[in-house]
């Protein structure tokens, strides 16, 4: 048997363990065989060595993240526990500026270093590359970084679009008019901006067009100038679509193209237009590529095992057409170069 007094002191115990001790239950659950008891700024642990040493450790990286990000979440806890590192690409409040205030206040900042990277490359670059899969952050980032730029007059409007493709399902069986059949396929973007902007705020800018949101097809034959513009779900855009919509920047515009190419709803015998317009675009000088991860997931835990597991699957199995191969895709090495411009 051996004991381990472990001193939190200092340590805000409610951020620490959660609301009625949800972390705490979590480490007890997964440690039956060891009594855990907090009491002032003391944890005791009382059990097999082994397992004592592995909580005291898991317990000092709570604090530690604490301490270097300023929260620590359920999920963040629940990988700990399962041997997830949660440094693997979180990076530190100190080296993560503020977006944008949201609201009540809330500071929206990168969370990751892949984000952080967004973020860089949007600030360096006219035309930005954003790739990875659901949950990382990808679109939520780019339209903090679109009201940044429009608080601070940078532009005059910001233009989110997407394809408005089914996936499995067709418009023509939705109810409603155009704009009622078309606002699910845009719900993620207006969701981001409610995050970012009061109720009242909003609804004023979307009345007046400063911030408009409309389906690709809209953007035919327009020039879009002093506008930070977010074409989301590109993985669904056709080669055309993509180069119409690249085609319409203005002078003074801002783009950022965010897709999962792993998640193509086109029709079969169509190829996602993202995956051409990387390997033709991604060496010219003002367009950054920046991909994203599983590990760069912020949605529930679950979310990052399911894509590893689907990741795992496709290596197992070819794939049903070229344009879905990763292979066909060269990425840069982001872990150490970062951005490529």
């Known amino acids: 048997m ?36 907090f009491r002032g700024e003391n944890l005791r642990l009382s059990g097999e060595k082994k397992q004592t040493q592995k909580i005291k450790s898991q317990v000092e990286m709570m604090v530690r993240m604490l301490k270097e990000h300023g929260e620590l979440t359920t999920q963040e806890v629940e990988d700990l526990i399962i ?9 530190s409040n100190g080296n993560a500026k503020t977006i944008v205030h949201g609201r009540n206040g809330k500071q929206i900042k990168a969370r990751t270093r892949n984000q952080k990277r967004l973020i860089e490359a949007s600030e360096n670059s006219d035309v930005v590359f954003a790739v990875g899969p659901a949950g990382t952050g990808k679109t939520y980032t780019a339209v903090a970084l679109a009201v940044k730029a429009l608080r601070n007059k940078l532009v005059r409007k910001i233009i989110l679009t997407r394809p408005a493709v089914e996936a499995g399902e067709s418009l023509g069986f939705l109810p ?11 719900r993620p973007l ?9 109720a009242e705020k909003l609804n004023q800018f979307l009345e007046t067009r400063v911030i408009e949101i409309a389906p690709l097809a809209f ?4 020039t879009l100038d002093n506008a930070f513009i977010i074409l989301d779900e590109a993985q669904n855009c056709t080669t055309m679509q993509i180069k119409m919509f690249l085609t319409r920047l203005g002078p003074s515009a801002k783009c950022i193209v965010t897709g999962d190419l792993s998640q193509v709803d086109l029709p079969r015998h169509q190829k996602s237009g993202l995956r051409t317009a990387i390997n033709i675009l991604g060496d010219l000088k003002g367009i950054s590529s920046v991909y ?3 590990d760069d997931v912020v949605r529930h835990r679950l979310v990052k ?25 060269q990425k840069p090495d982001t872990s150490e170069r970062g951005l490529e411009s």
């Open 176 to 186: 409603g008019d155009l704009k009622e059949k078309i606002d699910p396929y845009l």
């Open 83 to 91: 041997g997830n590192n949660p440094f693997a690409s979180k990076i």
């Open 305 to 329: 095992e399911i894509i590893k597991a689907y990741e795992k699957e496709s290596e197992k199995n070819a794939p049903p057409r070229e344009e879905e191969s990763e292979n066909a895709l």
């Open 292 to 294: 994203l991860n599983a």
């Open 2 to 37: 051996s004991e381990i007094v472990l001193s939190v002191a200092g340590i805000d115990p409610l951020a620490l363990f959660g609301q009625n001790n949800v972390k705490l239950k979590l480490l007890r659950e997964a440690y039956p065989d060891v009594t855990i008891t």
């Open 219 to 222: 953007m035919r034959g327009r």
């Open 190 to 198: 207006y969701d981001a901006l409610d995050d970012m902007l009061p």
